[in-house]
C-alpha cells in the first residue's frame, strides 16, 4: 500500500481541527487578560465570597451569600466553586474559564456598543459598558478613553468614576509588571 496525500488528507478530522484552532486562537487574542488583576464584583462575587471555598455539602457550593452577585445563580456559583477548588484564586485561570465560556460573545457586545455611539455619541452608559468590555480584553487605555468620554456627559456618575479609577490603577499595575 502507498502513501497517497489525498488519503491522508481524507483521514484528517477537520471539524474537530477547527475546532482547536477557533479555541487556540481564541486564547491568543485573550493572552493579554491573564495579567489583568479582579476587577469591580469580582470582589463580592470570588474574593469576599466565602461560598466559594468549599465543594461539600454542595448546596453550599450553588448558593451565594445574601447581597452577593451570584445570589439566586447557582450555576455560576457552582462554576466558581469549581474554579477556586481548582486553583485558589490565582486570577489567569478565571479569566481562561470566562474565555472560553464567553468567546465570541464579547466582539457582538463591542459591535452593539460602538454602533450605538454612532448614532449617539453622548450615550453615557454604553461608553461606561463598552470600557468594561475593552478592560475585559485588556485594552486598558482604551477603556479608560471611554470612561473619561462618559464623564464628560455626566461628570457625577459614581460607577463611571469607579471604573475609570479601576482602569488608570489596572493600567499603572500593568505598567509596573512590564
Same mark, same amino acid.
Given at each position: 500500500?502507498?502513501?497517497?496525500?489525498?488519503?491522508?488528507?481524507?483521514?484528517?478530522?477537520? $471539524?474537530? &481541527?477547527?475546532?482547536? +484552532? +477557533?479555541? =487556540?486562537?481564541?486564547?491568543?487574542?485573550?493572552?493579554?487578560?491573564?495579567?489583568?488583576? @479582579?476587577?469591580?464584583?469580582?470582589?463580592?462575587? =470570588?474574593?469576599?465570597?466565602? /461560598?466559594?471555598?468549599?465543594?461539600?455539602?454542595?448546596?453550599?457550593?450553588?448558593?451565594?451569600?445574601?447581597?452577593?452577585?451570584?445570589?439566586?445563580?447557582? &450555576?455560576?456559583?457552582?462554576?466558581?466553586?469549581?474554579?477556586?477548588? +481548582?486553583?485558589?484564586?490565582? *486570577?489567569?485561570?478565571? /479569566?481562561?474559564?470566562?474565555?472560553?465560556?464567553?468567546?465570541?460573545?464579547?466582539?457582538?457586545?463591542?459591535?452593539?456598543?460602538? %454602533?450605538?455611539? %454612532?448614532?449617539? #455619541?453622548?450615550?453615557?452608559?454604553? /461608553?461606561?459598558?463598552?470600557? *468594561?468590555? &475593552?478592560? $475585559?480584553?485588556?485594552? =486598558?487605555?482604551?477603556?479608560?478613553? /471611554?470612561?473619561?468620554?462618559?464623564?464628560? @456627559?455626566? #461628570?457625577?456618575?459614581?460607577?463611571?468614576?469607579?471604573?475609570?479609577?479601576?482602569? &488608570?490603577?489596572?493600567?499603572?499595575?500593568?505598567?509596573?509588571?512590564?
Amino acid at each position: 500500500m502507498s502513501f497517497s496525500f489525498r488519503n491522508a488528507v481524507r483521514g484528517i478530522h477537520w $471539524q474537530g &481541527l477547527l475546532t482547536e +484552532l +477557533l479555541i =487556540l486562537a481564541g486564547l491568543a487574542v485573550y493572552l493579554n487578560t491573564f495579567t489583568v488583576p @479582579f476587577l469591580f464584583d469580582d470582589y463580592p462575587t =470570588l474574593v469576599d465570597n466565602s /461560598h466559594l471555598r468549599r465543594l461539600w455539602p454542595l448546596t453550599w457550593a450553588l448558593q451565594a451569600p445574601a447581597d452577593n452577585p451570584l445570589e439566586g445563580r447557582p &450555576l455560576a456559583s457552582l462554576s466558581f466553586a469549581l474554579n477556586y477548588a +481548582l486553583s485558589g484564586l490565582h *486570577v489567569w485561570s478565571y /479569566h481562561v474559564v470566562n474565555i472560553l465560556v464567553y468567546q465570541g460573545q464579547l466582539p457582538g457586545a463591542i459591535e452593539h456598543y460602538r %454602533q450605538a455611539l %454612532q448614532s449617539d #455619541p453622548t450615550l453615557v452608559e454604553a /461608553h461606561n459598558n463598552l470600557g *468594561v468590555v &475593552l478592560i $475585559q480584553l485588556g485594552e =486598558l487605555d482604551a477603556a479608560s478613553d /471611554h470612561f473619561s468620554a462618559a464623564l464628560r @456627559f455626566n #461628570p457625577t456618575h459614581a460607577e463611571v468614576r469607579r471604573n475609570l479609577a479601576t482602569a &488608570l490603577a489596572s493600567r499603572e499595575q500593568h505598567a509596573d509588571t512590564r
